[in-house]
């Protein structure tokens, strides 16, 4: 594959493809973090960042993956032995929980089946069940990269307040920032975790917690220990434009860049184009006869499309050959769905060609595979980009 010519297809759901001026962006020459240009670049993005987020509090960059913004939110609001009410919506969901476990919360993991959302008739139930309120915060992964499924988090949110339940929620918005609807103010979210490498069309590295003042206020008592994910003196240095510590000064650059393009094409046109390829991505896996892993309408993700493959394949078989003919990358089942499903990645630097090739690399991988498949898969893709 070293010989390939033309652009490799990165189509898995993250890191996702990097714009050519995101890239000349962090090629940038690295400049002295104290002084006065990094200064003003910090107060730049702090502001730029905000409207992604929906947000108008502050929001913490760690030069960190998505991981370390996970393991922040929890550090930063919780004590040791506090309850965190998780669901179980796929992979990411369970690695969270895991850590939560690892940090020395007490978990209750509400299991899933991988092809719905967190349930807000469930949230209602385990909170209102809380009537000693030891439940300290609800963590919930928005879009479930795993399986393709994004949960429903207005609905969430109202289900916890119907409960009066003050638990803080925490929500996982890796995949889902700057490719879906996000409003961390206005749905009420303490804690959002996100990450660069997705719908910020950045490479890894950077990391983020946007912050509510609720959140802010349990940072102040909250008992793990902290030191590098720490708020408090990033929320210091910050103020005066600077870090803690050394900042991924270049990837910060990018992050600029980037900004500025969701900007410019305007977040709910940003927001209506994801959707509108997941609509195609769909009528694809429809059109071959295969199965979205998603069972509810309401609950698409407008990034990933998991395709669940018949019981007597291997997805993963069908990944490699798709690598090996035609240079593309597709994303693997993870957990409990290794080789039952793979995942078509359309977020961030993407249009409808880049889909209409994506698709027609499945297809040929379908068909070499030995599957079964209805040709008419790409032309029902085709037929929804022509028409919406
Ligand atoms: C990618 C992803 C993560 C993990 O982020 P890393 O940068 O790999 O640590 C966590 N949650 C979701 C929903 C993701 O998509």
Known sequence: MSQASGR??????????????????????????????????THQLLDAIKPVFGTAGPVM?????????????????????DRVLCFETGQFATLWQEMARSLGLQVDFVPGDGRHGVDPGLVAEKLAADTARSIKAVCVVHNETSTGVTSRLPEIRQAIDTTGHSALLLVDAISSLGSADYRHDEWGVDVTVAGSQKGLML????GFNAISDKALEASRTAGLPRSYWDWKPIIEANQRGSFPYTPATNLLYGLREALRM???EGLPAVFARHARHARAARAAVRGWGLEVMCLD?????????????PQDQDADKIRQ???????????????????RIFRIGHLGHFND???????AGVQMGLQ???LDIDPGGVDAALDVLRSE
């Open 8 to 41: 490799h297809f990165l189509q898995i759901p993250g890191p996702t493809n990097v714009p050519d001026q995101v890239l000349r962006a962090i090629s940038s020459p690295t400049i002295d973090h104290r002084g006065p240009d990094f200064a003003e670049l």
């Open 61 to 81: 960059i760690y030069p960190s993956s998505g991981t370390g913004a996970w393991e922040a939110a929890l550090v930063n609001t919780l004590s040791p032995g």
């Open 203 to 206: 490479p890894p590295g950077l």
């Open 262 to 264: 969701l900007d410019a």
């Open 297 to 309: 309408e309401r609950e698409h993700s407008g990034s990933v499309t998991a395709v669940l493959v």
């Open 321 to 339: 050959i798709i690598l090996e003919r035609f240079d593309m990358s597709l994303g693997a089942g993870l957990g409990k769905f290794t080789g």
């Open 353 to 359: 060609l880049t889909l209409a090739g994506t698709l």
């Open 368 to 370: 070499l595979a030995g």
